[in-house]
């Protein structure tokens, strides 16, 4: 408990206190603080326990990038996992909990797994608890607790979320010095360009830049301000705080997530930009020492703006390792807030004098050409051992703080997700965006400025940001003198993933096993591979794995990130989309009446449809023998609105529909209806329907529910592409009409008692023809097909008519026994005649003569698939043909899915002969009745195989039988 | 990822079809040809899978509902050349 609060300074608001609860404690903050913040302030040093050894850790970084605090905040519903501490903006009533830790933070039952470190080497997982199989569910569970990966709360989330699509000309991710300056330049090289700048934290300036740094001769928060009012000022250029870039993608889309406050939780931007300006800053390295993760050991940049941002102190007695200059800004910056500072240890030989002076006027010694070796303390940290580089006596230090500064890495991750490369600079010890990545590529790319191009200078990221802003190219960076050497070792543990667990050793130790290249090694021990991505551990953990190969950095190359960024909620990804709209459905004009009508809905492509309507005390397989049997003996009413329709106009229509059906259409006279049957140009069979020939040049089509997108696509494809220059229009009219189908014995005795205006007898309106007219004061176009066997009409109306329509038949058919029935009745009707559906029967390998329809394939002309009918496969004896399938015992059903087998005698592997495509109780025959693809099986009519189904045990001897149970002369629907 | 409609300019990709391959269909007599087969077994199975250009139909499903050819770029997803209606 060494964290302490200034009296002064920092942005916070010290008269707005915060109450929040962190583990089930209670301390107070200011407005202005994060979860981080406010912890340290309040003394808190132990935020988590690791992953895998239980060791106790402290807050160690600023932002985005910390490993180790990681959060769950809220409660109930609310809480969210995989937070970061640092990221967490407080609120009053903001209640978090450490993530890793059980059953607490302080007292953590498995450290006791930190005595078995030795054990559980790189690779652990993998060797362990690979074998056996079967134990995977229980080890993954084991993992999963001990790990503490975060709860997802049970409940359903009772916020809302928003989701916006947005083009840009220029969109900017980050709002530091080189960010602004694009954007900036950028409006005043044309003010009507179209700007987006986005940056993670509520307030625009980025953490690169000191507040006190000059630009342009004014202190940067001055500049900052300017900057924000003057791009406030220009209609075309929205700014966007608390919003963070998590992926780009080809085509230069960004994916981005704003925290919002108020009745919308967070809102998912997609951005489309021509340009995009990555201005992401840098993350400090940490530097290795044994003992490296204690807690108190820490970012020297992280502990400065800690206490230069929000006045909240790590400790009081501060030894800083740094390699970097940047380090000892830190140092003085921290003493100046009342930070003692016992040592500056620094690796490299030779410091600048100015850096000299200004220690030894502070009174900081200052030890070159040293390193830590390891930290102390029990808890968190109280001392370090110091040594110098070439060996010799060990210096001890007394300390509550250990800052770590190994130069800087351009925080470039979102360069490399839509396949820009990062280069090994040497000058700067880092890997770095590579600008000749989007060679040849228009349409995605970016341009890194500032510290994520690896600029670090105020000069240098304000002159990237202008040129990137202005569209000129990328400026040259990098210098030639090799610096920030990333040191490595010490005695005892040291970690390069704090967040995985993952040490100098582990990473050895793969290298010594055999994987070599930084993607096997990442995977092999987990390295990088935490919520944080890495982002601390990336180019170190490639440093490592290189020294261990005895190889350079840049010979070993970097494992690329991938999107996301960081973590994104489900809420996000989700928007609004989520309920009734998470996949719209389509619904007929008769479906509220369905609804009151006992209807059990049911998903059909994207339609809603009924299966069948439930009666009181009647089982569901009770209601579709009843709606099934009353089509056969009287007649029924069902909707099939969903059928799509494609109205067809022009002279060429019938040399059109004759590329696209096996059958000819050119013959079709007007006020006649024709089944069609097409196939893909692999010969399978496609969909079917009707087309009607309505007069000399205008014809109405049909296709099945699911197929109404794809059959529309391939008529225009054959019009535009195949058959160019026909003179046809074709029209997707399927949401303009509503269809009703009145099938059954009766059918035509209902239908004329409706009193239509046209003639209805079956001279006048036989099997296969159309009338139109009216129906009461309702204009209808009937056609007379049939999907059941029995006497049938379809009835099209307008849309908007179709329920009036239904409500009309229905009242009529009351003293005909009319009951409307469902998809499962239709089902059982269409078995019952032996009628094939695209998706059980057609199921995309079958083939017109495998379905017998082979008489239908005409001769003479050409259409789509034809040429691929004749070949030798096709044409083979043992293909699979469509049969029925009766059980030999009339009291059995027959397994839906079933495999067909020969019989049950012989070793194991069976030869699988087909399967059942659909089954159905036949109310007209009295037992369960099956249609199946069976190899051979015209041939083999009258014989015995077996329907077996390994998935529910059951082996049910069938007989194969001609695939129309019903009426096979069609006298019933003719008649 | 975006696409450019000949009629409707650079449109998202949710809004289109793919068509696949823009080979042209093998001319069609009646009968299958022993010369004419291989062309055909070519044009349906066996295609070109290209690390490179290609060129392809794509079908403006919800817009002009125009069928085009574009050529594509399969390592970059970058339409690389004009667009033919
Ligand atoms: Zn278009």
Redesign the pocket.
Known sequence: MTGWRAPTGGRIDRSRTIDFRFNGRAYTGHDGDTLASALLANGVDIVARSFKYHRPRGIVAFGADEPNALVEVGEGSRRTPNLKATQVRLVPGLVARSQNCWPSVNFDIMAITGLLAPFMPSGFYYKTFKWPVSAWPFYERLIRNAAGMGRAPAAADPDAYDSVHRSVDLLVIGGGLAGLAAARAAAQADAGTRILVVDELAEFGGLGTADTAVVDGRDYRDWVADAVAALSAVPNVTLLPRTTAYGHYDGNLVGLVEECDGPVRQRRWLVHADRIVLATGATERPLLFGGNDRPGVMLASAARLYATRHAAMAGRRAVVFTSDDSGYEAAFDLRQAGVAIAAIVDPRAEVGEALKGRCAAAGITLLAAHRIESSHGRRRVSGCTVRPIAGGQPRRFTCDLILTAGGWTPAAQLFTHAGGRLRHDPALAALVPDATSWAGRASTGMIAVGAAAGVYDVAGCLASGQAAGRGEPPLGIGGSEARSPIVLGGTGKCFVDLQNDVTVADIALAVREGYRSIEHVKRYTTLGMGTDQGKLAGLTGVAVAAAAQGLAPADLGNSRPRPPLSPVTFGALAGPFVGPLSSPARTTPMHGWHEAHGALMANVGSWRRPQLYRREAEGDLEAVIREAGNVRRAVGLTDVSTLGKIDLQGPDVARLLDHAYINGFASLAPGRCRYGVMLREDGMVLDDGTVTRLTAERWFMTTTTGNAERIHAHLERIRQIDLRGLDVTITPVTEQWGAMAVAGPRARDLLAALRPDFAVDNEALPFMALAEGRIGDIAARVLRVSFSGERAYEIYTAAGDALAMWNTILAAGTSFGLMPYGTEAMMTLRIEKGLFVPGFEADGRTLPDDLGLARMVSTKKEFVGRRSLRRPAFVAPDRKQLVGLMAVDRTQAIPRGAQIVRDLGGAPPVAMEGHVTSVTYSPELGRWIALALVAGGRAALGETRVAASPLTGETVPVTLCPPVFVDPEGERLRG | MRIP?P??GS?SLAEFSYGGAALDRPPGDIGPSPETAPAWDDFVYRRDNPAGPLRELWF?AA??R?WFVATRDTRSLEFIAEVTP
Do not use: E
């Open positions: 409609c009629n409707c449109r403006h817009g002009c125009a």
